[in-house]
Structures are given as structure tokens and as C-alpha cells.
């Protein structure tokens, strides 16, 4: 046992003393992350006679001037200075780059594809199809002529001129939220086309058909995302979807369940109960947005799961106190006829008891707004 031990102690200094040799300045190892600081501009590479080339520019230049001094003391690259937006600056923003325009937004894709498809809503203009996965969203036929009782045709129908554009042809736009170039930012593009009117013309061009209706409808929509900002920035979501007040109701089912009836799409309710949820400290389990039912525990708190103790703590944690299980229920969504019905419900053909029900969906309702 004694050599063994001797030799993994000569092994351990060996290994401790050649930790310069490996690791340091000059070890194999070493830290090359400075090594650019002593970089030489070299000559051009000479093509030998008789060869043609194709002259190009330097691919990776070397900015400034680069002394050849060998003492240069160590760098650490600072990371990039996050993008701050001020209280009073505008979180949306028309741009233009040559022919091509969009609103900028300083919210993700996901962020802003709720608050553009109520721009529509408001703006009563109908839709004809709409991907919230895609971010893409499609209009229906449009007579500027006639429907001049719309909020929206009054303010874009000067662009689009006077004569035939006005008096024979149908419009329609496609808008599409595209994640942005900086992170957390998305972009609003938006490409209108037109036909004759009782015309069957279905494809979409390359670029708009006219590029000022184009421009009026972007205006039009920054205008309106930054007028909404300015209106409540801090919960600018859930009083665009307006899901509050009249449209969501307290009713009872044909068994005398208590239900909650809502007046909107359902993918704006499904988002809409999710937040209310959130707001009302229900801790959600689990979720599954294709039967949509939302698993909740009412004998647990959301904000209380970042209280619980780690790993360590529970592990040498005193007391043999076991886990609370908690009363797992479901939120469940159902499309109807008119709207979105609300149910809660123990499983699937199970309903919850009528006061646990009824207290659930009270809160529910009333954290919509």
C-alpha cells in the first residue's frame, strides 16, 4: 500500500508543479483571448505572373493603427450596452429603408401580434384569415366608397386617390408581425392589393398595388399602438382586448352550473384567462392549449412557489411535515356559438363543487380588465 500511495503522491506534485508549464503564459493551454492586441498587418499576397485574380477587398481589416510593441496589457471585451427605451419615447415607430416601410416595435412578435389584430377589431374591419403562429393576418374585400361609415376607410381613402381606385375597385391587406432585427423587437409590415370590383383576383403581388394606401395604413396603425401606449402602458394588453365589463358575464348552464360566458374569439380569450389567472395569484400547473383547459391548484398560491425551499433545504430541512397535495382543478375553455363559455370542472366529466366553482370563475372574470 506505502508505494502506491508514494507514487500518487509524486503524480499529485508533479501534476501541482506543471500547472505553469500547462496552464500559464507560455503553457500550452494558455489564454489566447488577447492575442489580437499583437496582431502584424502583413503584405499582400503576391499572384504569381501568368495567373489571373480577381482583386477583392481586405475580409477582416484590422481598424486603427497597430504598434508592434510586445508589452500590451490584457483586454476583456465589455458586452453591449442593453437598448433603452425612456418613459416618454414611443415603443412603436414608423421606418422607411428605400421603398420598404414598417413599424418598428419594442416588443417581441408574440407581444405585439394581440395588440395589431385589435387594431382590426376597433377599426371594424373584417377579417378574412389569420395565423397567430405565422403572425399573419389577412383582410377581407374593402369598397372605399361605400363604406365610408368605417373609421379606418375615412382616414386612408384620400391616399388612395380620386377616379377608378375610388369608384370600381375593392382593396385588401395583408399584415405580418415579423420578429426584428434587435432582440425583444418585432416589425409590422403590411402589403395592400386591389381588383375590380366582383373581381376574383386572389394572389398577392410582390409589393403593394398602391404604395400611398400602403403608407396610410401603417401610419395609421403606429398612430394607434402608440396612442394605446399612452393610454395605459401598464396594462396595455388586457384593455386591448377589451374582455372586461359587458362581455364577460356570470350565467349557469342547462345543469345549473355556474359558467362564464365571454363575447370574443377564442384565442383571445384563452390568452385573456391565462393573464386573469396570473393576476389573480392562481398557481397553473399545467396547460394544454389544444383541449383548452388550464390545470390549476386552489390550495396553492402562484407567488408562493418562489418561497419554497432548494434542494439543501429540503434535504436537511427539520420537521417530517409532509408536501400539502393540493385540490387540482381545470379551467376549461369551450368555444360556442356566440363566444367562449368558461367551465371549472374536477375532470372531465366531473363538474366542481358549485361554491368552489363559482368563486373561481368570480375571480376570474373580475381580473380580466
Known amino acids: 500500500m506505502k508505494p502506491v500511495l508514494g507514487a500518487l503522491s509524486v503524480v499529485l506534485l508533479g501534476s501541482l508543479s506543471g500547472c505553469g508549464y500547462i496552464y500559464g503564459e507560455d503553457g500550452f493551454f494558455r489564454d489566447r483571448g488577447s492575442d489580437y492586441q499583437a496582431a502584424q498587418i502583413q503584405p499582400r499576397m503576391s499572384v504569381p505572373a501568368g495567373?489571373?485574380?480577381?482583386?477583392?477587398?481586405?475580409?477582416?481589416?484590422?481598424?486603427?493603427?497597430?504598434?508592434?510593441?510586445?508589452?500590451?496589457?490584457?483586454?476583456?471585451?465589455?458586452?453591449?450596452?442593453?437598448?433603452?427605451?425612456?418613459?416618454?419615447?414611443?415603443?412603436?415607430s414608423l421606418q422607411q429603408n428605400g421603398s420598404v416601410r414598417w413599424v418598428h416595435s419594442q416588443r417581441t412578435a408574440a407581444d405585439t401580434w394581440p395588440l395589431?389584430?385589435?387594431?382590426?377589431?376597433?377599426?371594424?374591419?373584417?377579417?378574412?384569415?389569420?395565423?397567430?403562429?405565422?403572425?399573419?393576418?389577412?383582410?377581407?374585400?374593402?369598397a372605399l366608397d361605400t363604406q365610408t361609415d368605417n373609421p379606418l376607410v375615412r382616414r386612408i381613402a384620400p391616399a388612395a386617390g380620386e377616379g377608378r381606385s375610388l369608384r370600381d375597385q375593392e382593396h385588401r391587406f395583408r399584415l405580418r408581425v415579423e420578429p426584428g432585427v434587435q432582440t425583444g423587437s418585432s416589425e409590422i409590415f403590411v402589403l395592400h392589393t386591389s381588383r375590380s370590383r366582383g373581381g376574383n383576383r386572389d394572389q398577392w403581388p410582390e409589393t403593394s398595388d398602391n404604395r400611398n394606401l400602403e403608407r396610410a395604413v401603417l401610419a395609421e396603425m403606429e398612430s394607434y399602438l402608440s396612442q394605446a401606449r399612452a393610454d395605459g402602458s401598464t396594462s396595455l394588453v388586457a384593455s386591448q382586448r377589451g374582455l372586461g365589463g359587458q362581455q364577460a358575464t356570470l350565467d349557469r348552464d342547462g345543469a345549473g352550473n355556474t359558467v362564464l360566458n365571454i363575447q370574443a374569439d377564442f384565442n383571445r380569450t384563452w390568452a385573456a384567462v391565462g393573464d386573469a389567472l396570473g393576476r389573480a395569484d392562481v398557481l397553473v400547473t399545467d396547460l394544454d392549449r389544444s383541449s383548452g383547459v388550464y390545470y390549476v391548484d386552489l390550495d396553492q398560491s402562484a407567488s408562493s412557489q418562489g418561497k419554497k425551499p432548494g434542494f439543501f433545504g429540503r434535504l436537511f430541512g427539520r420537521g417530517?411535515?409532509?408536501?400539502?397535495?393540493?385540490?387540482?382543478?381545470?379551467?376549461?375553455?369551450?368555444?360556442?356559438?356566440?363566444?367562449?363559455?368558461?367551465?371549472?370542472e374536477k375532470g372531465i366529466e366531473t363538474a366542481a363543487e358549485a361554491a368552489e366553482a363559482r368563486t373561481l370563475l368570480t375571480r376570474i372574470r373580475d381580473n380580466l380588465i
Do not use: H
Open 51 to 92: 495567373v489571373e485574380s480577381k482583386p477583392i477587398g481586405d475580409l477582416l481589416p484590422v481598424p486603427g493603427q497597430i504598434t508592434g510593441s510586445e508589452e500590451y496589457d490584457k483586454f476583456n471585451m465589455p458586452r453591449p450596452l442593453a437598448l433603452q427605451v425612456s418613459a416618454d419615447a414611443s415603443e412603436f
Open 320 to 344: 417530517d411535515k409532509e408536501e400539502v397535495v393540493g385540490r387540482p382543478l381545470q379551467v376549461r375553455l369551450t368555444q360556442v356559438s356566440n363566444g367562449v363559455q368558461v367551465t371549472v
Open 116 to 142: 395589431v389584430r385589435q387594431f382590426w377589431n376597433d377599426y371594424q374591419v373584417p377579417v378574412a384569415s389569420e395565423n397567430a403562429g405565422l403572425g399573419e393576418l389577412q383582410t377581407g374585400w374593402i
